[in-house]
């Protein structure tokens, strides 16, 4: 009786484990939907722009109001903290720099505004082929919107390269765009300067979590006895953060030591306690830690890294997979010392400036930060030179994208950003 009543408390065990594991599957199966490394990953849900979505909504009502009357702008008696570059180039009668300009300036109160310089580049030889060229909320909204250089030699490279057109093309004149970004933003001798694609959207406070961010990265820099970081990477790919095959002999002995470790303490049990001996046999070890030990691991890693370990907030180093130019964060010295004449001087076509970037940073041992959650969103879906063009510029799995971003609360946001303007207004009279 004894062995019958032994037997099914086996049995309701390995019954109990099983109902167990697919109320666990079930779960992460509702939880991991938004994870790309995971087996739940549902794009069609995912990729949904929910945040984005309200903030595109607010950056066009700012733009139709901006077209209308001016708005706050630049103040040259106080200190610039910021400048922020973007570089726009024409996607032939499809647009997204009204939204991207929108979300940045949306909810700034004037005394942040007056610390950010905005620089705006319509990157055409002929300006007017652009889709906003002269528009009236561009120019409200703008604190410069330069030209090339007035260099006989420039203009007809660049122009060569327009009518080129193709890949090599666009990686060269990438980086002669991003100089003309930089020389202009060097003008006003700002703190930190901001390079942002045109087809994002910032999350409301983007301002003062970069300002946040930004002192923690030169924290942490000199604590690593360095005396500067390269940039704060503000936004990065969501895709390739997830288990990576060059790990993988790290999770290989990972799941092992797990198993190992099982293996000693169960058979420590059996052989340290008495009344275990006739519950451990060695055939239930077996089954244990050949079976299903094995079936959490790879549910473990089947439900994704991001969703299972994601990043904690704060900020951390990220040499590897961080994906791509969308938004990047540079202390001035950087800037002047490296960046202008890394992209002045170059001649390379071969590759795109965020790959031309991270290069040069591995071969100089550049610190390169990244903020977690990040402070903008890809939302473009339509290349600005030829390179998977998408009909109306919608989403497709191949783009850039956080799949966190959507889940932002915006009226937490809100609160937040409040809050922190109060603050700003008391440390302001305080200097009064």
């Not at 990953?41 to 722009?49: G, I």
């Not at 700012?62 to 024409?90: Q, Y």
């Not at 946001?413 to 440390?427: G, P, V, Y």
């Amino acid at each position: 009786m004894l062995a019958n009543l032994h037997s099914r408390g086996i049995v309701s065990f390995f019954l109990g484990f099983f109902l167990c594991y697919i109320v666990v599957a079930a779960y992460l199966r509702s939880k991991c939907y938004r994870d790309p490394s995971s087996i739940f990953f549902r794009p069609e849900s995912a990729r949904v722009l929910t945040y984005s979505s309200f903030r595109k909504a607010q950056a066009q009502k700012f733009g139709d109001l901006a077209a209308l009357h001016p708005v706050a702008k630049w103040a040259n008696s106080t200190t610039t903290e910021l400048c922020v570059g973007v570089a726009s180039v024409s996607r032939h009668g499809f647009s997204y720099l009204k939204e991207t300009l929108g979300s940045v300036l949306e909810g700034l109160d004037d005394l942040e505004r007056q610390r950010i310089y905005l620089v705006v580049f319509l990157a055409h030889t002929d300006q007017s082929q652009h889709e906003d060229f002269r528009q009236p909320w561009l120019a409200n909204m703008a604190d410069s919107l330069p030209t090339y250089p007035n260099d006989t030699q420039t203009i007809d490279l660049v122009r060569q390269l327009e009518i080129d057109g193709n890949y090599e093309a666009h990686a060269r004149k990438q980086k002669i765009d991003y100089s003309v970004l930089l020389e202009e933003c060097a003008k006003v001798n700002p703190k930190y300067t901001m390079t942002l694609e045109d087809d994002v959207v910032a999350l409301d406070g983007w301002y003062h979590r970069a300002l946040s961010a930004l002192q923690t990265a030169t924290r942490k820099t000199r604590e690593l006895g360095r005396d500067s970081f390269l940039y704060l990477r503000v936004f990065y790919d969501g895709r390739l953060l997830g288990w990576n095959s060059e790990e993988w002999p790290l999770y290989l002995l990972s799941s092992m030591a797990i198993v190992v470790v099982e293996v000693i303490v169960l058979l420590a049990l059996r052989w340290r306690v008495a009344v275990m001996r006739k519950t451990l046999t060695i055939s239930v070890i077996l089954i244990l830690c050949g079976v299903y030990t094995p079936m959490l691991i790879g549910l473990f890693f089947a439900a994704g890294r991001n969703c299972m370990l994601p990043k904690a907030p704060g900020v951390h180093l990220m040499h590897q997979y961080g994906c791509c130019a969308q938004g990047l964060v540079f202390p001035q010295r950087q800037v002047l010392d490296h960046l202008l004449p890394l992209y002045r001087n170059t001649q390379d076509s071969h590759a795109a400036v965020d790959t031309f970037l991270e290069d040069w940073a591995n071969d100089h041992d550049g610190l390169r930060w990244a903020v977690t959650p990040v402070l903008i969103q890809h939302v473009g879906g339509k290349s600005s030179h030829g390179a998977g063009d998408q009909e109306l510029g919608s989403l497709t799995d191949d783009m850039p994208f956080d799949y966190s971003f959507e889940m932002n609360d915006p009226i937490k946001l809100a609160k937040e950003h409040k809050s922190w303007i109060a603050e700003l207004r008391k440390m302001d009279t305080s200097h009064e």
